[in-house]
């Protein structure tokens, strides 16, 4: 039977879940922000300052959607020097737009560059205090009270945080990793997707996403998701990104992905190539004649299903694929991995 493994139904819209704004340490306003992505096309803007929750709901409208989220960072011990110093950097998005307390908080956190956003911390806020140190299991136990207290939580840049296979391995419970950070990218940190494969390797069923980061115009409008929902409502928006309903981009798009008895069907904007990556030593690539592009082919996946099922039971649930799309000008899109599990059962 045929599935859509992006929703058959309901409409794209494109959304940035990853800024900061002059009221932490970006440049442009919540109002210019709204202003410059609309004009880009955008429906949707997650707006991440660093360590407190800021609402814009007040931003929201019919064609506008803000989404109520921060920023964390958690860095190695202050003896390391900042150049070498590792961090890790989480986006939580709450499920409800009038949840505005962070799980874990910590006023020192609030250093100099940033501490425009004093005024919005709030004695319950306060009551939250955290204790956070530069480990796995701090950090599996933040992102645990996260998503208990109604987050999707993301791990944010992990190449520009320095941050090694030993480092991430054993995190869990996150909801997504960014597999492009467009203000990182424009610093030249271009190879990004092995913290990607090492987690879903893991069993970690994480989202990909692509988001901007930016901190002024100059870094906007470069990594976005298009997430495929019903209606342009917080609600129903949150619901899709956490189901995975989306795809991730730098400006290539991806129009249907279905999967049909082992055949893995793609529509897209014109492509000079695609590739499918898997858990295992399968992977396939499609190019474009000279002179010529894909806009829509299929990949026969049957020999993943049976690798798949001979191994399952032996080892982790981790049998993926994911699929990359490469315009001519090297845009790229990426889908979600989807798992063997999902897809058979
Ligand atoms: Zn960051
Ligand atoms: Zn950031």
């Known amino acids: 039977m045929k599935k859509y ?12 879940l990853h800024l900061h704004t002059n009221l932490s340490d970006g440049e442009l306003s919540p109002e210019e922000i709204k202003k410059l992505y609309m004009e880009h096309g955008y429906s949707i803007v997650a707006y991440t300052d660093h360590e407190v929750i800021i609402p814009h709901n007040d931003l929201s409208d019919e064609n506008f959607l803000a989404i109520t989220s921060y920023e964390l960072a958690v860095n190695e011990s202050r003896e390391v020097p900042w150049p070498k110093i590792k961090t890790t950097h989480l986006n939580f998005y709450a499920k409800d737009k009038n949840n505005i307390v962070p799980p874990c908080f ?8 940033i501490s425009g956003v004093k005024s919005y911390v709030t004695d319950e806020m306060r009551a939250n205090k955290y204790d956070f140190r530069y480990s796995a299991e701090c950090i599996n136990d933040v992102v645990a009270k996260a998503n208990a207290a109604g987050f999707l939580v993301s791990y944010n840049h992990p190449v520009w945080s320095l941050q090694s296979r030993e480092d991430y391995i054993d ?3 996150l909801w997504g990793v960014e597999i492009y950070n467009n203000e990182c990218y424009k610093m030249g940190y271009l190879d990004t997707s092995a913290p990607v494969d090492d987690l879903l390797r893991e069993g970690e069923h994480i989202r990909i996403l692509a988001t901007d980061d930016s901190h002024s115009a100059a870094s ?9 929902a019903d209606k342009l409502e917080y609600n129903t928006v949150m619901t899709a990104l956490e189901n995975g309903d989306f795809y991730a981009s730098t400006g290539t798009f991806i129009n249907e992905l279905t999967f049909d008895e082992g ?12 590739i499918v990556n898997t858990d295992k030593r399968i992977a396939k ?8 592009s894909i806009n829509r082919c299929d990949f026969d996946m049957r020999d993943w299903l049976v690798d798949s099922a001979k191994l399952e039971g032996k080892l982790r649930d981790d049998s993926y694929f994911r699929v990359t799309v490469i315009s001519h000008d090297g845009k790229k899109a990426w889908t979600n991995a989807y798992f063997y599990d999902d897809i058979v059962k």
């Open 263 to 274: 055949i893995l069907h793609i529509e897209c904007s014109d492509a000079k190539s695609i």
């Open 106 to 113: 910590t006023e020192s956190k609030i250093w100099d560059r």
């Open 220 to 228: 906007s409008c470069g990594g976005f998701v298009m997430v495929k």
């Open 285 to 292: 690539r499609k190019m474009a004649f000279d002179g010529e």
């Open 5 to 16: 493994l992006l929703p058959e139904k309901g409409n794209f819209y494109k959304a940035n």
């Open 171 to 173: 995190y869990k419970g």
